[in-house]
C-alpha cells in the first residue's frame, strides 16, 4: 500500500473528501436510530403508564382478592416510569452521545428485567392481558435496543474515531500556531541577547580603555619594590626578631626598660613589619636607634635571656644598625611609599577609580539583564520543545487513526 504525504494544513481537507460518502450515510442511520430508541422508550412508557392505571383503579375498588397484587403493579409501574424519566437524549446526535444514551436504556431495562422476573409470578394470576400487553413491547424494545448497540459497537465505532481526529487535527493546527507564536518571541529574544552581549562586551572594552597604562605600570613597578624592600627589611633584621619579641613582652610585664609610647608602638611594626616601621621613621632612623640602646643594655645585664649565638648575632646586628648600615633601605623605603601614596593620591587616578566603579555598576545591571533574557530564552525553547513534542503525537494518532477508519496510510509533514 502506497503513502500518501499531506502537509498538515492539507489533511483536513483531504479527510473531508475522503470520508464524506462514507460517514453521511453512517450519521443518517445514526439519526434513525436513535429515532428508533425515543420511539422504544415512548412505547415501554405507553404500556407502563397503562399498567399503571389499570392498578390505581383496582385499588380504589378495594377488592380484597386484587387488592395486594394492584399494589405491587402499582408500585412496579411507578419505578419503571422514574427509570424511564433517566434516560436523556440529546439533540446533537454523536457516538458518544447516542453510546451514553444506549448505555443508560440498558442499565433501566437490566434493573427492570430483574423486577419482572421477581415480582410478575406474585401478580398472577391477575392483570394477565396488560401484563402481556406490557412483555410484548418490553421485549420488542429490547430487541430493537440490542439492535442499536450492534450499529454503534461495529458501524458508528468508524465515526468515533473520524470525528475524534478531525477534532485533534484542529488541535493540531492550534498547536502549530502556538509554536509559530513562540518561534517569533524566540527571535525577538535572540536578538536582545546579541544586543545585551554586545552592550556587555562595549562597557568592558570601555573600563579597559580607561586605565592610564603609565600609571597602572608605575604602580606595579612600585608594587614590586616594596615586596623587594620588605624582604631586604626582613633579612636586615631577622637576627633581632626574637628579641624584639622578648622585648615586647618585657614592656607588657613590668616597662622597666623605659620605653615611651611611640617606642613601644613602633617595636610591635618592627617586630611583624620592619619595612613599615622603618618607612615611619625619621633622618637616621632615632627611634629605632633608642630601642636598640635598650636592647643592648637587656642583653648586657642579662635582663633578657638569648642562647649565647643568638646574643652574639644581635649584638652584631645592634652594632651595623647603629653604625648606619640601613640609611639607604630607609631612604628607598621611605621614598617608595611616598611615591605609591602620591599616585593613589593622585586626581587622574582618583577619576579612574570613580568611573570604574560606575562602569562597574552598570556591567553588573547589564549582566543581571542578560541573565533575565538568556533564562527567558530558555524558558520559551523548553516551551517550544514540549510543542513540537505535542505536535508529533498529535501527528503520529491522525496517521493510525486515518489508516485504522478508512485503511490510508499517510504521512503528516
Known amino acids: 500500500m502506497s503513502e500518501l504525504t499531506l502537509s498538515s494544513h492539507e489533511i483536513k481537507n483531504w479527510l473531508d473528501n475522503e470520508t464524506n460518502d462514507f460517514l453521511s450515510p453512517i450519521q443518517l442511520e445514526a439519526n434513525k436510530n436513535q429515532e428508533n430508541l425515543q420511539e422504544i422508550i415512548e412505547n415501554v412508557r405507553e404500556v407502563s403508564k397503562s399498567l399503571l392505571d389499570i392498578s390505581s383503579k383496582?385499588?380504589?375498588?378495594?377488592?380484597?382478592?386484587?387488592?395486594?397484587?394492584a399494589r405491587v403493579l402499582n408500585k412496579l409501574a411507578t419505578l419503571f416510569l422514574e427509570r424511564l424519566e433517566r434516560i436523556k437524549f440529546s439533540d446533537k446526535i454523536s457516538y458518544v452521545n447516542l453510546s451514553k444514551v444506549a448505555k443508560e436504556t440498558s442499565k433501566v431495562f437490566f434493573v427492570t428485567d430483574i423486577d419482572i422476573k421477581n415480582f410478575f409470578p406474585r401478580i398472577s394470576p391477575f392483570f394477565m392481558r396488560d401484563r402481556r400487553k406490557f412483555l410484548a413491547v418490553y421485549e420488542k424494545a429490547k430487541e430493537s435496543l440490542e439492535q442499536i448497540k450492534n450499529f454503534i459497537k461495529d458501524e458508528y465505532i468508524k465515526t468515533k474515531t473520524l470525528h475524534e481526529t478531525f477534532q485533534i487535527i484542529s488541535e493540531l493546527e492550534e498547536l502549530e500556531q502556538h509554536l509559530n507564536e513562540i518561534e517569533v518571541e524566540l527571535i525577538t529574544i535572540k536578538k536582545d541577547q546579541i544586543s545585551s552581549a554586545k552592550e556587555l562586551e562595549d562597557f568592558t572594552t570601555k573600563i579597559t580603555s580607561l586605565e592610564d597604562k603609565e600609571t597602572i605600570n608605575q604602580l606595579s613597578q612600585i608594587e614590586t619594590d616594596i615586596i623587594n624592600l620588605q624582604k631586604e627589611s626582613n633579612h636586615a633584621f631577622r637576627h633581632l626578631k626574637k628579641s624584639f619579641k622578648k622585648m615586647q613582652a618585657l614592656t607588657l610585664r613590668d616597662n622597666s626598660i623605659n620605653l615611651n609610647l611611640e617606642e613601644i608602638n613602633l617595636l610591635e611594626i618592627y617586630t611583624e613589619n620592619p619595612f613599615e616601621a622603618l618607612a615611619k621613621e625619621n633622618k637616621g632612623y632615632p627611634t629605632l636607634k633608642q630601642i636598640l640602646t635598650s636592647l643592648h643594655n637587656l642583653l648586657d645585664t642579662?635582663?633578657?635571656?638569648?642562647?649565647?649565638?643568638?646574643?652574639?648575632?644581635?649584638?652584631?646586628?645592634?652594632?651595623?644598625?647603629?653604625?648606619n648600615s640601613l640609611v639607604k633601605l630607609?631612604?628607598?623605603?621611605?621614598?617608595?611609599?611616598?611615591?605609591?601614596?602620591?599616585?593613589?593620591?593622585?586626581?587622574?587616578?582618583?577619576?579612574?577609580?570613580?568611573?570604574?566603579?560606575?562602569?562597574?555598576?552598570?556591567?553588573?545591571?547589564?549582566?543581571?539583564?542578560?541573565?533575565?533574557?538568556?533564562?527567558?530564552?530558555?524558558?520559551?525553547?523548553?516551551?517550544?520543545?514540549?510543542?513540537?513534542?505535542?505536535?508529533?503525537?498529535?501527528?503520529?494518532?491522525?496517521?493510525?487513526?486515518?489508516?485504522?477508519?478508512?485503511?490510508?496510510?499517510?504521512?503528516?509533514?
Open 58 to 69: 383496582e385499588i380504589e375498588k378495594r377488592n380484597m382478592r386484587v387488592l395486594n397484587r
Open 330 to 413: 630607609h631612604k628607598e623605603s621611605i621614598e617608595t611609599i611616598k611615591q605609591k601614596n602620591q599616585i593613589l593620591n593622585s586626581d587622574k587616578l582618583a577619576d579612574f577609580n570613580t568611573k570604574k566603579t560606575e562602569f562597574q555598576e552598570q556591567t553588573r545591571k547589564l549582566k543581571a539583564n542578560k541573565a533575565r533574557i538568556d533564562a527567558h530564552a530558555l524558558v520559551k525553547k523548553t516551551k517550544s520543545n514540549r510543542v513540537l513534542d505535542r505536535i508529533q503525537e498529535r501527528k503520529k494518532t491522525i496517521e493510525e487513526n486515518i489508516y485504522t477508519s478508512i485503511e490510508k496510510k499517510i504521512k503528516i509533514t
Open 302 to 323: 642579662g635582663k633578657l635571656k638569648l642562647k649565647s649565638d643568638k646574643t652574639r648575632k644581635a649584638q652584631e646586628s645592634i652594632k651595623k644598625i647603629t653604625q
